[in-house]
């Protein structure tokens, strides 16, 4: 069940990339951001999204079970890691197979980097580097109540569907109340886009 | 989904108690795939103790039935037989896992094709060099730890291509006669070459451990020195994987040194007690190679059928052809065979959204974000 995680409201970023510059700070890969923020229909909205990692749970890390050197540590608290640098032999597998778009790799060095929720801090029960700095709480680090007694009427999912596939998440989304009520096919079906259905994806013609 | 508030306490994930092993990596299979008659364990007992029984023999011949065999080293040699136990059977379970297993195919295949060793006959030798002797891509992580970690390699791999022979009574040094120093180096009791014992070669040959010694202290020591001060190493580090390694390949090199110490300047004062301290450090760090951080040696030779497999699907036809592009905004992911062989895997996995693999990272996330915004806050309000 989700503890304390980060909950992403992209509802509330607003693209002043922050985050990215903190996340370059964290000690486990000083200097190289790890956070991603993407604007996702530049020209038209001002909308943006931050996506550190998803911290998958079920399926469990599929970065980590597609990865052919089992360089992918999961900890007990549900933290995904980066590639361990002894093992990781920089093939790219998880870079394709995360469905959220997370690892990052580095072909000269032959190895994968993603978020590791700042482990260096979030182990000593510090908030993650783009938490601490977000200004509009688009990111948030606490526990789901925490998150609530500051937001009322918000809630969370952690539950994303990609295709017939439902993967469930340590980090949370943070959606309006009125979809509390489960959604058939889970929330972010990614066979729609921006409303019309993408061809290749499964989706109905 | 909605969440429901975690009960109290809850925070944090699962308890020690109710929850998964401390650590765990990737999937292994656990029980026999269908249409498999052995378990992947089963499977991996049989093939670790076939070598093992090959080593056995191998000593036995080698030694010229135990004439050459040092028993003094009987220790050494058992371990060593224990280690290719021990790293067979990982070896075999590790390409059990799907993800492994069809990589350790296609990079085989990439290896053994004729095809590919007519277009490229050099790419095999070279990537070899390149990812396992030189390490180049460690030079991209840190100068240093590329330094620090070619000085443990080659000390290593010297140690390594002394004592096994030795211990293994293959190499044998007899003397060419009866009062002269000249000493002749034989394998499997056939002479190699013959040397004067107080010639810079004999010097070299005697000494070959030293050297090695005093390399893998160099590379140890900084890398002791990063475990204990770069932050970006002390993240998440545990002492059993990264800090015993270190210790072990630290005890076996000074106890080494040692032993020569005591013989030349002590008069071989205390050299039994030396010897059996750093017989037991060595023979202890030979059973556990297979187990922790020293896996990668034996797992590293997957970069070069990775990296070989990607290379010749490549070279096959055009980067049109042979690259796929991403379907949403079209630059290129991977060699289509990669991505075709990542979708398999995921496939095997029952990872059900091996589809998505067609898109770039970049186009994933604004994909996700595009639908937040559409269909979960719309206009993001």
Request: hydrophobic residues 45%; proline residues 7%.
């Amino acid at each position: 069940m989700l503890g304390r995680t980060i909950f992403i409201d992209p509802g509330r970023c607003i693209g002043c990339q922050a985050c990215v510059s903190a996340c370059r700070e964290c000690d486990s890969h000083r200097g190289k951001s790890m956070i991603h923020l993407d604007y996702t229909d530049e020209g038209r909205t001002t909308a943006s999204l931050p996506t550190v990692c998803m911290h998958c749970e079920d399926p469990v890390a599929p970065c980590a079970e597609v990865c052919p050197a089992d360089a992918i540590l999961i900890t007990a608290d549900g933290v995904v890691h980066e590639a361990d640098p002894t093992r990781c032999i920089g093939c790219g597998n998880c870079v394709n197979a995360c469905p959220f778009g997370v690892p990052k790799i580095d072909l000269a060095a032959k190895l994968q980097m993603k978020c590791n929720l700042c482990y260096d801090r979030t182990s000593y029960g510090l908030a993650p580097m783009c938490a601490t700095v977000c200004p509009t709480g688009a990111l948030f680090y606490g526990t789901v109540e925490e998150l609530q007694a500051e937001r009322p009427g918000v809630d969370v999912s952690t539950a994303f569907t990609f295709g017939a596939t439902t993967v469930s998440t340590g980090v949370a989304m943070v959606v309006p109340p009125e979809r509390r009520a489960p959604v058939p096919g889970g929330l972010l079906n990614l066979i729609e886009v921006n409303g019309r259905p993408t061809p290749g994806n499964g989706a109905p013609a | 989904m909605a969440v429901t508030p975690p009960p109290p306490g809850a925070a944090g994930g699962p308890s020690a108690a109710d929850g998964p092993p401390p650590y765990r990596r990737g999937a292994v299979r656990a029980g026999p795939a269908p249409g498999e008659t052995h378990s992947p364990t089963g499977r991996a007992s049989l093939v670790a103790a076939a070598a093992s029984m090959l080593l056995v023999l191998a000593i036995l011949l080698g030694s010229r039935g135990l004439r050459d065999f040092d028993s003094a080293l009987v220790p050494y040699a058992v371990a060593s037989v224990f280690l290719t136990f021990g790293v067979v059977y990982r070896y075999t379970v590790w390409v059990s896992a799907p993800a492994a297993r069809r990589l350790f195919v296609e990079g085989w295949r990439a290896a053994l094709s004729w095809e590919n060793l007519r277009n490229s006959p050099t790419a095999l030798p070279r990537m070899a060099a390149t990812y396992l002797g030189f390490q180049k891509f460690l030079g991209a992580r840190s100068h240093a730890r590329w330094a620090a970690h070619q000085l443990i390699f080659w000390g290593c791999l010297l140690a390594a291509a002394i004592t096994f022979p030795l211990t293994w009574g293959w190499f044998t040094f007899t003397s060419s006669g009866a009062s002269g120093p000249g000493y002749e180096m034989r394998l499997w009791g056939l002479k190699l070459f013959g040397f004067d014992s107080g010639s810079f070669l004999g010097w070299a040959l005697y000494h070959g451990l030293d050297l090695a010694a005093v390399m893998v202290i160099g590379g140890v020591g900084y890398f002791l020195w990063r475990r204990v001060r770069d932050r970006a190493a002390t993240t998440g580090q545990r002492f059993g994987y990264d800090f015993l390694p270190l210790l072990a390949l630290l005890t076996i090199s000074v106890t080494g040194l040692l032993l020569t110490f005591s013989e030349m300047f002590l008069h071989g004062g205390g050299y039994e007690f030396l010897a059996v301290l750093h017989m037991v450090s060595v023979v202890l760090t030979l059973v556990y190679l297979p187990f922790g951080k020293f896996f990668h040696i034996v797992q590293r030779p997957a970069a070069v059928g990775m990296q070989l497999f990607k290379y010749t699907a490549r070279r096959r036809g055009s980067d049109a052809e042979e690259l796929r592009a991403c379907r949403r905004c079209g630059q290129p992911i991977d060699t289509v065979a990669a991505v075709d062989n990542l979708r398999a895997t995921m496939r095997d996995l029952r990872l059900g959204f091996d589809e998505w693999a067609e898109y770039c990272p970049r186009c994933k996330r604004v994909l996700r974000g595009s639908a937040y915004l559409s269909s979960v806050k719309r206009g993001f309000k």
